[in-house]
């Protein structure tokens, strides 16, 4: 008997277990992935890397009474942690890289507006304000997030479903541009009789836009910054030559739309080159699931988007019609400069942020959260820097660099800055609340937007002239902040202590950049 116990303890031993035969497995099937033929690899290793962690601890579930298995499935969580950790350096370079890569984008965008600023008359900026106006306003209007939803859908990578939203993308452009064609003559009696012509021409790039490929949001899906921002950076350059080009040889409005143009042809050119953009090649499909799958995650996204344009271009819509077209061009080169930091949140937002919270939302809640917290707050310091720059120097950039004609904008730039710090805030929580599928919240903040600009900007400007409308624009999205952060806090994430600590680091380098300016 105590022969045969004996032999039994020693079967035990020797025999692996179901969780050690796994977590050998581990390295092997993360060195195959490594060397696959796919565009994005990390990504890959790291949903690879999660299934063989749900495989291993259901199988030491079942042979939690062995001794053998613990060990093993310790490996296995220390394999996984270092493919997570591998995935959290890759956001770590894309964020640096981002940063790099939209100051240089900015750099060149003022280079371009200052030159532009000197051929062009403060009429045709405000001209082209308002006519961008009515085509971004279509744009959101009609989005049924097929960006958010390629990138959050396990069926992301199926070329079927990204060909059906291909197929709902070009139909989208084509009705757009035939909406905005009707909705010509109406603005142009209410407006300026130019934009009769003006819109249809600048829809027209809603139309080209339509045919880029949807590699483009699968390279979103997989962080695939380098390729984004090279292909961004390229065909702002072409687009800006094209622009200065035309308005040096015929100084008119006609030469912003055709920087417009040009920009987006040589965006849907290149997205459709292999070598540039890896990925399948697009033909018009129509999967049922597929299109079902894209209008029920984006009937939020509708909304909200649709809100939010209304929200923030209430000023446009409005002082368009308030103010004489001179000073609603300097109003929009001041807002063009206060709005950099906008701009880097949502190029953050939309190539980084976004993309990778989404990947962690795998991960158990608590660690969820915790990776979550930590990211959005090196995010926060790193805004507050941002934004405090151009409170700070915004004015001074505007003294500097333009001519007498648009020297108003020094005041309006330094208030608007201002009130991107809550906007930074709630930038952050809305890409939380995307990545647990939230977007309601989202729809929600916008109304509440938009109701607030609507009725407030009319009154503002009435009892306080341009000042008061410029104030009212840069505080007027405050109820979004809070609605987000109420839903943050109902979807158990609360923020408020970290937006708290996140606003004293804020005003402290606020303080410190002022001190610096008075030194200088």
């Known amino acids: 008997m105590t022969r045969a116990r004996k032999t039994s303890q020693r079967a035990s031993i020797k025999s692996p277990s179901a969780p050690e035969v796994a977590s050998r497995q581990v390295p092997e099937q993360l060195t195959q992935l490594l060397v696959e033929d796919d565009p994005f690899p990390e990504t890959a290793i790291l949903s690879e890397s999660s299934a063989l962690l749900q495989e291993t601890t259901s199988c030491k579930t079942d042979a939690d009474s062995t001794a053998a298995s613990v060990q093993p499935a310790q490996e296995h969580y220390d394999v996984t942690g270092k493919e997570h950790r591998k995935l959290q350096s890759r956001a770590l370079d894309a964020t640096l890289l981002t940063a790099l890569a939209y100051g240089l984008t900015q750099m060149l965008r003022m280079a371009n507006n200052v030159i532009l600023t000197h051929l062009l008359l403060p ?18 209007l009609s989005d049924v997030g097929l960006l958010p939803n390629i990138v959050s859908s396990p069926r992301g990578d199926d070329p079927k479903f990204l060909n059906t939203a291909w197929t709902i993308q070009i139909i989208r452009g084509l009705t757009l541009w035939t909406i905005a064609t009707c909705l010509a003559w109406p603005l142009s009696r209410f407006y300026d009789h130019r934009i009769l012509w003006l819109l249809p021409a ?179 310091c790193g805004g507050a820097v941002v934004v405090s720059t151009v409170v700070n120097g915004g004015g001074w950039l505007v003294h500097v660099l333009y001519d007498k004609r648009y020297q108003n904008a020094q005041w309006i730039v330094p208030i608007l800055a201002l009130g991107l710090w809550h906007t930074l805030l709630y930038s952050t929580t809305g890409d939380i609340l995307f990545s647990l599928k939230k977007p309601k919240y989202n729809a929600i903040g916008t109304a509440c937007f938009c109701v607030t600009m609507f009725v407030a900007l009319p009154i503002a400007f009435h009892y306080g002239g341009l000042l008061g409308a410029v104030i009212t624009v840069a505080a007027g999205d405050f109820p979004f902040y809070i609605v987000l952060e109420i839903g943050a806090a109902r979807e158990k994430v609360s923020l408020w202590r970290q937006d708290a600590l996140a606003t004293g680091v804020f005003l402290v380098v606020l303080a410190a950049g002022y001190l610096v300016r008075r030194l200088i």
């Not at 009429?123 to 959101?140: Q, R, S």
Request: glycine share 8%.
């Open 123 to 140: 009429e045709y900026f405000g001209l082209v304000a308002l006519t961008t106006t009515f085509t971004m306003g279509m744009t959101l």
């Open 202 to 380: 600048l829809s027209l790039s809603m139309i080209v836009s339509g045919f880029a490929s949807t590699n483009l949001m699968r390279a979103v899906r997989n962080i695939g910054v380098r390729r984004l921002l090279a292909i961004d950076f390229s065909t702002q350059i072409f687009g800006m030559c094209v622009t200065v080009l035309w308005a040096k040889f015929s100084p008119s409005v006609w030469a912003l739309v055709a920087g417009t143009l040009a920009s987006a042809g040589a965006k849907s050119i290149v997205s459709h080159i292999p070598r540039i953009l890896p990925g399948s090649r697009n033909v018009l499909a129509w999967d049922k699931d597929a299109v079902h799958s894209l209008i029920h995650f984006g009937k939020w996204i509708f909304i909200g988007t649709g809100l939010y344009f209304f929200g923030t271009q209430a000023d446009r819509i409005m002082l368009g019609k308030l103010v004489p077209f001179t000073v609603l061009g300097v109003y929009n080169i001041a807002f063009t400069i206060a709005d950099i930091p906008r701009q880097v949140i949502q190029q953050f937002s939309y190539r980084v942020a976004f993309p990778f919270v989404s990947k962690l939302t795998k991960l158990p809640f608590p660690e969820f959260r915790e990776q979550v917290l930590r990211l959005r707050f090196y995010v926060l």
